[in-house]
């Protein structure tokens, strides 16, 4: 018979747990407010053993990812700050390598990026290098969306959508979803595509990180493309990957019907009512790139911010005779993002 767990083995189990909570939302970045400073805190008074808090900047500031793709230095510096107040608030006395990490983040560079890091469930990690502003060079597109992360776990949870398929993704931004995509789901083909030009470059660059190889060419779809070396990931074939530029106002119906697109997402492109007229005129336009009689499967996932926004989308998608139908969203949470958000994912029948 199992002997029952001890006191000191909870509180080290407890601990353990939380200091995973801490890691996911410190390596991907996440805004301070949102980790479970109070759930340390108390612990921390329950216990007053250091090692929860010794648990958590192994698994976060010391993490071999943090420290070859680090968070900006405010984060860090911030971070170890707000560790530090906890730590003396329940009166211990102090920890020397808090001071230690936090003294080696105060004589660091800061820089206009920063690298999100974004756990698997085999172990691997996504890592994005992203700015630090949320609007800059003049883009909303180089950092990474709740819906993008909401629509990547989707994807985990139905890898029969994209297996062995020809996926063209919209608005790819700095490429958080298709990249998890193309590690799990193991698409024959995926085609990123943006229009930025800072974006497409920064989403070469984050593709590359990831473990695949890019080599520029001149494109068809736009002045800018870059496709894949065939590489094997994690033991399994990579797909064939190609960046593109697209222009949603100016692209024509047979350079979409190019791509051979069998599934067609979308994460976070509908938030003003100018993107959603440029976006459904490229789903009428994909409505028309049959192939063996066969359109694409079509899925957006986007956080409902206003409701009026949403509402206009699907009016507009009825006045197109768009038909649209929510898909249940995925039911477990593998990345950390506002869990009070309010996010839905769309299948859109062109």
């Known amino acids: 018979m199992e002997e029952p767990q001890q006191p000191a083995e909870e509180a080290e189990a407890a601990g353990g747990r939380l200091a995973l909570r801490f890691q996911r939302a410190f390596l991907a970045g ?4 949102e980790f479970p400073w109070q759930d340390l805190e108390e612990i921390l008074k329950d216990s007053g053993d250091p090692s929860s808090l010794l648990a958590i900047l192994q698994k ?24 530090i107040k906890k730590h003396e608030s329940v ?5 020397d390598e808090l001071y230690e990490a936090l003294r080696d983040v105060l004589t660091a560079e800061e820089s206009t990026h920063c ?38 776990e989707w994807a985990f949870e139905n890898s029969e959508v994209f297996g062995n398929r020809n996926i063209l993704e919209l608005g790819s931004g700095i490429g958080l979803t298709g990249i ?21 470059q920064q989403l070469s660059e984050n593709i590359r ?3 695949f190889l890019l080599e520029p060419e001149a494109g068809c779809h736009g002045a800018l493309e870059w496709k894949n070396q065939k590489v094997e990931l994690a033991g399994v074939q990579a797909p064939n990957i190609t960046v593109a530029e697209l222009d949603w106002n100016c692209v024509t119906a047979t350079q979409l019907s190019a791509f051979r697109a069998d599934v067609v997402i979308a994460a976070d492109v509908v938030y003003d009512p100018e993107l959603t007229q440029s976006f459904i005129a490229v789903l009428r336009k994909l409505s028309t790139c049959k ?14 911010r206003n409701p009026d926004t949403y509402r206009h989308f699907q009016s507009e998608l009825d006045k197109f005779g768009i038909r649209w139908q929510v898909v249940p969203g995925p039911q477990k949470n593998l990345f950390p993002y506002d869990r009070h958000a309010t996010i839905t994912i769309l299948k859109l029948l062109v």
């Open 60 to 83: 976060t500031v010391l993490h071999p990812l943090c420290s070859k793709y680090p968070p900006s230095v405010k984060y860090r510096r911030c971070f170890l700050s707000e560790l």
């Open 209 to 211: 990180l990831n473990g």
């Open 30 to 33: 996440r805004r301070l407010a």
């Open 115 to 152: 690298y999100k890091n974004y756990l698997l469930p085999s172990g691997d990690a996504i890592t994005l290098c992203e700015s630090v502003a949320i609007i800059s060079r003049g883009t909303t597109g180089l950092v990474t969306w709740d819906a993008g992360l909401y629509l990547a």
């Open 180 to 200: 998890a995509i193309c590690k799990t789901s193991f698409p024959q083909a995926y085609t990123f595509s943006d229009h930025h030009q800072c974006v497409l």
């Open 291 to 304: 192939d063996n009689e066969k359109l694409p499967d079509v899925y957006i996932a986007f956080t409902i």
């Open 91 to 95: 009166g211990a006395e102090p920890l």
